[in-house]
Structures are given as structure tokens and as C-alpha cells.
């Protein structure tokens, strides 16, 4: 009987193991996917934000068009990608890449870098870029702690049973837009250099 006792005893703490273990990784795979849910949610605000700047540059620069159609193709990309978050990390970078070149042409417009709206749209721009950068710090800190608990013994074994799988991190090249899309400080007080670089500008 005491043998009965132990065996029945193992199997009920295996049983808990079990239930705890499989308990503990649908909670951290449920908070993957809401912390990627944040992502995206900030993603689109960048979206929606972007025809407005085109719109804002192409007043200004309209001549520009291989700057303006490059950030517009980027985006319907990136907007269009449902992938991995590894696919659509390669998305956004390009994204962010256009974007970095739309804003250092702006250099060459004082008119535009001095335009209200321009200002405001590089601030919701950077507010933007913030957020995706806080909300990519926590969905790449939940897909770490799922995946260790995916790979550790013995929840691997449960984790296997189940069907659990590795998430994916998501990368960007961080920082460089963000710095990019800055609102910029206008310096009314140099007119002589506005005016030559709104002549360099026009001479594009």
C-alpha cells in the first residue's frame, strides 16, 4: 500500500507539473502576442501619418519625385506584409530607410523645415518611433521568456507535447529615424543661408 501511496503521489505532482507548466506557457505566449498586437497598433499610426508628410513635402518639392514615390511604395509594402515578424521587420527597416532620406532632403527646403504642419508631423513622427521602440523592447523580452521556458528541461517536454513553438524576435535598425525625424529648429534670423539653400534646392 505505502508503494501505491508514492506512485499515486509522483503521478499527482507530474499531473501538476504539467497543468502549471502548460498554464505558464499559454501566458507567456498570450503576452507575445498582445505585446506584437502593440506593435502593429503603433505601426499603423506611423502609416497614417505618412501621406500627410508626403502630401506636406511634395508642397514644397514636388520635383522630388523619387524620394516622395520610394517612402509611398515603402509603405504600401509594409502596410501589405502579414509575415513573420522577422518578414516584416525587413519591411519596416526599408520603411525606415526611405524615411531617413525624405527628411534629410528636407535639409535643402528652409520653407519646408520652417512649415507648421511639417514641424508637427516630424514630432508625431518621433512620438511614433518612441513607442514602437518601447513596444518592440517588451514583445522581444516576452518572446525571450517564452523561448527560454520553450527550450528548458523538463518544460521542453511539455512545451513539445503541447505544441508550442519558438516566437520570432523583431528587429529594427533603431535610432536612426528617430533622430532623423526630430522637429527641426528654424533659424529665422539666417536669411542669407535660407536663401542659398532653397536656391540649392531648386536647382535639384
Known amino acids: 500500500m505505502e508503494i501505491l501511496y508514492v506512485l499515486v503521489a509522483l503521478a499527482l505532482l507530474v499531473v501538476g507539473y504539467v497543468i502549471v507548466t502548460y498554464n505558464r506557457l ?20 506611423r502609416y497614417d501619418l505618412i501621406p500627410n508628410l508626403v502630401e506636406t513635402v511634395k508642397s ?12 509611398v511604395k515603402a509603405r504600401g509594402e509594409a502596410m501589405s506584409n502579414e509575415g513573420s515578424p522577422e518578414s516584416q521587420a525587413r519591411s519596416e527597416n526599408m520603411l525606415q530607410s526611405t524615411l531617413k532620406s525624405l527628411f534629410a ?5 528652409p520653407q519646408l523645415k520652417a512649415d507648421a504642419n511639417f514641424a508637427k508631423l ?9 513607442r514602437i521602440k518601447m513596444a518592440r523592447r517588451y514583445y522581444n523580452g516576452s518572446v525571450r521568456d517564452l523561448n527560454i521556458k520553450i527550450e528548458q ?4 517536454l511539455v512545451a513539445g507535447q503541447f505544441g508550442f513553438a519558438m516566437a520570432q524576435f523583431f528587429e529594427l535598425d533603431a535610432g536612426e529615424v528617430a533622430a532623423a525625424s526630430q522637429p527641426v529648429r528654424v533659424d529665422f534670423g539666417g536669411g ?13
Do not use: C
Open 26 to 45: 499559454v501566458s507567456l505566449r498570450t503576452r507575445v502576442r498582445e505585446a506584437w498586437s502593440d506593435i502593429q497598433v503603433q505601426m499603423k499610426r
Open 60 to 71: 514644397y518639392a514636388a520635383h522630388e519625385r523619387g524620394t516622395l514615390e520610394s517612402v
Open 105 to 109: 532632403l528636407a535639409e535643402n527646403y
Open 122 to 130: 516630424q514630432a508625431d513622427l518621433a512620438d511614433t518611433e518612441n
Open 153 to 156: 528541461f523538463p518544460s521542453n
Open 192 to 204: 542669407q543661408g535660407g536663401g542659398q539653400g532653397g536656391g540649392q534646392g531648386a536647382g535639384r
